[in-house]
């Protein structure tokens, strides 16, 4: 797959090889985050750009003018993260006894208006992963997580593939639920996640089975809830290193049009008051 999955020291939390710094932990037991829960299960969850093996370049939405940007390594930990990137979710039980996910629900906890700023497009992608793809419109009165086709993830052909569709797989990697999950046997959710009118504030509900018990818990971004934009009032610019300025970024189709000269802002940015 290109990820490393492990099982943690004390509690079998799950270790994502190569996921960088923007990783949320967590484990989901009887007692919700109590460690000393006999029963749990371990879930990580990090933000990836769906064209991007590698951690570097998510889309992100800079609330600045693109005048003001500086480089792009200088961006990294800054900004929104904007529709049409991939939320990745890995689940595994700290046991050999299977536990059963029964559902994932999403509840947006807070809507905006969408960030009025500049959009800054991820970097070129590189890699290739098997995941169980889904699909989450956060315009939706009540969002759902739909299954995805590999176009409806990754934005085109190519790149990273649903589990199962690669050759020599030769398994069975439908992408509804129910799913179980063991020490030794993962499970790994990419979720685009998209929205064209607002910057929202969202989390994932897990719903599981453990000796026939029902179990609930919140996937979080270090217990807050996750953040998405879209990027409707954002113009989209790109990184020219040759000449170190933003330009203009046409790629977008449903970004804010860049400025125009008319409007008193110059085509290569960098000089925009």
């Not at 797959?1 to 710094?21: H, N, P, Q």
């Amino acid at each position: 797959m290109g990820i490393a999955v492990a099982a943690g020291a004390a509690l079998g939390t799950a270790v994502i090889s190569g996921f960088g710094a923007h990783l949320v932990s967590g484990v989901m037991g009887l007692f919700g985050d109590d460690p000393s829960a006999q029963s749990a299960v371990a879930w990580d969850a990090t933000w990836r750009d769906p064209m991007n093996g590698c951690e570097a370049g998510k889309g992100r939405v800079q609330p600045v003018r693109p005048s003001r940007l500086g480089p792009p390594g200088d961006l990294a930990a800054t900004g929104v993260i904007a529709r049409g990137n991939v939320l990745v979710v890995t689940v595994q039980s700290p046991s050999a006894a299977a536990v059963v996910l029964t559902g994932a629900r999403v509840e947006v906890v807070a809507r905006r208006s969408p960030i009025a700023g500049t959009f800054e497009p991820p970097a070129e992608g590189c890699g290739s992963f098997s995941y169980r793809s889904f699909v989450l419109d956060l315009d939706k009165p009540n969002p759902l997580l739909a299954p995805a086709r590999e176009t409806d993830v990754t934005g085109e052909e190519g790149g990273a593939e649903p589990a199962g569709q690669g050759q020599g797989q030769g398994q069975d990697h439908s992408v509804t639920f129910p799913f179980k999950v063991s020490e030794g046997d993962p499970e790994q959710f990419w979720i685009r996640v998209d929205t064209r009118t607002c910057d929202c504030d969202w989390v994932l509900h897990l719903d599981w089975i453990d000796g026939g018990e029902r179990r609930e818990a919140t996937v979080s971004d270090h217990g807050e809830p996750f953040r998405t934009t879209s990027v409707a009032d954002s113009p989209s610019y790109s990184y020219d290193s040759e000449r170190r300025q933003w330009r203009p970024d046409a790629r977008c189709e449903d970004c804010a049009p860049a400025p125009t000269a008319a409007s008193g802002a110059s085509a290569a940015t960098g000089t925009t008051p």
